[in-house]
Each structure stands twice: as structure tokens, then as C-alpha cells.
């Protein structure tokens, strides 16, 4: 390859790793959450992750239902999702 090849592709930028977990473990839900993950929930934290996961995933659907409906463009779709992470990671509900 040439030189100027080499450079551009090592140039490129990479993409972030999408990362999981909680942006705030001092959230108004995040001792709530915790506990009863670790004390009441048949399973324990793994079992009630896989809940959550699922809660998570019905969540989605359900924006993406509501921009469907209304004819919203895929991007909003797109910007409603992370912001409904972005808001459940500052409340502490991804502790």
C-alpha cells in the first residue's frame, strides 16, 4: 500500500464501545433498585438483569411504536432511546 493509504487508515476514528451501567449510582432509585435486586428478587441480581433487560427492550419497542404512529423520522426514534437512557442512568433505574 502506499504511504498516504497507510496514513488515512490509521487516521480514521474509532467508534466508541456502546458501554452498559449506571451514570449515576447516587440516583434517587439506585439504593431501591440494588436492594431489591440483591435481597427480594427470586434469582438475585442476575435473574432480576435479565428482567430488566427485557423492561429495557419493551421500552424501545414502545418509542418505536410511538414515532411509527406518528410518522417520526427513524433518527428520532434513535435520539428518544438514548435519551430515555441517558435519563434512567441519571435516576439510578440502571443501578
Given at each position: 500500500?502506499?504511504?498516504?493509504?497507510?496514513?488515512?487508515?490509521a487516521?480514521?476514528?474509532?467508534?466508541?464501545?456502546?458501554?452498559?451501567?449506571?451514570?449515576?449510582?447516587?440516583?434517587?432509585?439506585?439504593?431501591?433498585?440494588?436492594?431489591?435486586?440483591e435481597?427480594?428478587?427470586?434469582?438475585?441480581?442476575?435473574?432480576?438483569?435479565k428482567?430488566?433487560?427485557k423492561?429495557?427492550?419493551?421500552?424501545?419497542?414502545?418509542?418505536?411504536k410511538?414515532?411509527?404512529?406518528?410518522?417520526?423520522?427513524?433518527k428520532?426514534?434513535?435520539?428518544?432511546?438514548?435519551?430515555?437512557?441517558?435519563?434512567?442512568?441519571?435516576?439510578g433505574?440502571?443501578?
Amino acid at each position: 500500500r502506499p504511504a498516504a493509504a497507510r496514513r488515512t487508515a490509521a487516521a480514521a476514528p474509532r467508534r466508541q464501545a456502546a458501554t452498559m451501567g449506571n451514570a449515576n449510582p447516587n440516583g434517587i432509585f439506585a439504593w431501591p433498585v440494588k436492594t431489591i435486586a440483591e435481597k427480594f428478587w427470586p434469582g438475585g441480581r442476575r435473574e432480576f438483569n435479565k428482567f430488566r433487560g427485557k423492561v429495557i427492550s419493551e421500552h424501545s419497542n414502545v418509542i418505536g411504536k410511538f414515532c411509527s404512529t406518528f410518522g417520526a423520522e427513524p433518527k428520532l426514534r434513535q435520539k428518544l432511546i438514548k435519551k430515555a437512557k441517558m435519563v434512567g442512568g441519571e435516576l439510578g433505574f440502571l443501578a
